[in-house]
């Protein structure tokens, strides 16, 4: 019975969600056929905003769930959203081996996952270097990327737009392979920004994008 209500509340939240989105940031949404109705999908997309989870959640239109820090769970409301839709907690430590068990099993059922590479909200313009988590798990499981590009302003009733690309294969990337991990992240975010409106990127420097001179390159935590 607990489970139906839960359902049943969690269809009302989504649809208020969009009602939200529809009238008060205009949304568009582009791309939707890009979105394969089965298996296993990562979905990766800038982040700007605490509104961007719940824009992928009412979009994607698959069941997926979100890596988001441990810590959300302090505030009640957001760790009462996090109950309702089912989020997997990340720990600060970058490898959270409970939060990586999970996101695996979820791929290997044939489910959705979703994070942002970033790390945190515009990660990029504070000149941290990307997580690539996405990676590992794409590679490890086989699932493909689905990369995100959100644009426009969180303003109240200004527009706000959302473009899936196509999904992205890396099956035959070598899991052990340090440079195919980075490769692979690297690939993530430049078809993500090639998804964002050109004059949101501004002038980020490609640089920005690259792993390949971070000093954790198995850093799997996003968000």
């Known amino acids: 019975m607990r489970k139906i209500i839960k359902a049943i509340f969690k269809k ?10 529809v009238i008060v940031h205009r949304i568009k949404v582009e791309g939707k056929e890009n979105i394969p109705k089965e298996g296993a999908l990562v979905f990766c997309a800038n982040h700007r905003s605490y509104l961007d989870a719940p824009l992928i959640r009412v979009t994607a239109k698959r069941e997926t769930f979100f890596l988001a820090k441990a810590s959300l769970y302090k505030h009640k409301f957001l760790a009462f959203m996090g109950w309702v839709f089912e989020v ?23 489910e959705c996952i979703a994070l942002f590479p970033e790390g945190t909200r515009n990660g990029i313009e504070k000149g941290e270097k990307v997580k ?6 794409a590679i490890r499981t086989g699932a493909k990327v689905i990369p995100i590009g959100i644009s426009g302003t969180m303003k109240k009733f200004c527009k706000l737009k959302i473009k899936y690309g196509k999904p992205l294969d890396f099956s035959n990337y070598d899991k052990n392979k340090q440079e195919d991990l980075e490769k692979a992240t690297n690939e993530i975010m430049e078809n993500i920004f090639s998804l964002v409106e050109k004059w949101e990127i501004g002038t980020v420097p490609i640089s920005h994008f690259l792993t390949k001179n971070n000093n954790n390159g198995n850093n799997k935590k996003s968000k």
């Open 132 to 137: 690539d988590g996405a990676a590992f798990f």
């Open 12 to 21: 009302f939240v989504e649809f208020s969600i969009w009602i939200y989105y």
């Open 88 to 110: 997997i907690p990340v720990k600060k430590d970058d490898n959270d081996i409970n939060a990586i068990k999970a996101s695996l099993k979820h791929l290997k059922n044939g």
